[in-house]
T-cell receptor, first 114, second 119 residues
Framework: DSGVTQTPKHLITATGQRVTLRCSPRSGDLSVYWYQQSLDQGLQFLIQYYNGEERAKGNILERFSAQQFPDLHSELNLSSLELGDSALYFC?????????????FGPGTRLTVL | AQKVTQAQTEISVVEKEDVTLDCVYETRDTTYYLFWYKQPPSGELVFLIRRNSFDEQNEISGRYSWNFQKSTSSFNFTITASQVVDSAVYFCALSEAGDSGAGSYQLTFGKGTKLSVIP
């Protein structure tokens, strides 16, 4: 158990809908990262927050957004969902936002868009 | 831009055989970190090891060992006397410290190598 929690574990929804994925980092970790794992794209970085501030963006679609709250939990919002958004979404956390710190991954949320 | 290549998509070995998973990386930074993660069938990503760009010492942890060679930009992972529990997808990843001005702290992953250990 990495100490990172993600809810829900599974999510099934329809095209055009909007969903919110939630992540609670390990106690004491200030940095939160979101990654998407799909069969065709592999594991891709989406976005990073540090202590409530957005710090880096990767291959994140405009239909997706995220935020980190004062209690450091983070939410990833996916809207106007398409079939291709079906994937495993991971949240990871680290103590600081350095290249050195290993990132601890949550169990993931499996999103299925029908 | 940073890139990680794991050329082996799938490997099958018989239990107790040794197996090496290859990882080749590209980066313009002089300071960077390399990682290996394991993803068992249950789906979670488990951190295995971190190595920084200034430390080329090989590392051994039980049946696992890692060989880092800057000259060939490789960071290979060897499992000795493989066991069925080693069956998983293994990911090599790179994190840049940003001294080239283009890096960020996110992990860039390879496509992964699926290892199947047959009893």
């Amino acid at each position: 158990d990495s100490g990172v929690t993600q809810t829900p574990k599974h999510l099934i929804t329809a095209t055009g809908q909007r969903v919110t994925l939630r992540c609670s980092p390990r106690s004491g970790d200030l940095s939160v990262y979101w990654y998407q794992q799909s069969l065709d794209q592999g594991l891709q970085f989406l976005i990073q927050y540090y202590n409530g501030e957005e710090r880096a963006k990767g291959n994140i679609l405009e239909r997706f957004s995220a935020q980190q709250f004062p209690d450091l939990h983070s939410e990833l919002n996916l809207s106007s969902l398409e079939l291709g958004d079906s994937a495993l979404y991971f949240c990871a956390s680290s103590v600081e936002e350095t290249a050195y710190n290993e990132q601890f991954f949550g169990p993931g949320t499996r999103l299925t868009v029908l | 831009a940073q890139k990680v290549t794991q050329a082996q998509t799938e490997i099958s070995v018989v239990e107790k055989e040794d197996v090496t998973l290859d990882c080749v990386y590209e980066t313009r930074d002089t300071t960077y970190y390399l990682f290996w993660y394991k993803q068992p069938p249950s789906g979670e990503l488990v951190f295995l090891i971190r190595r920084n760009s200034f430390d080329e010492q090989n590392e051994i942890s039980g049946r696992y060992s890692w060989n880092f060679q800057k000259s060939t930009s490789s960071f290979n992972f060897t499992i000795t006397a493989s066991q069925v529990v080693d069956s998983a997808v293994y990911f090599c990843a790179l994190s840049e410290a940003g001294d080239s001005g283009a890096g960020s702290y996110q992990l860039t992953f390879g496509k992964g190598t699926k290892l199947s250990v047959i009893p």
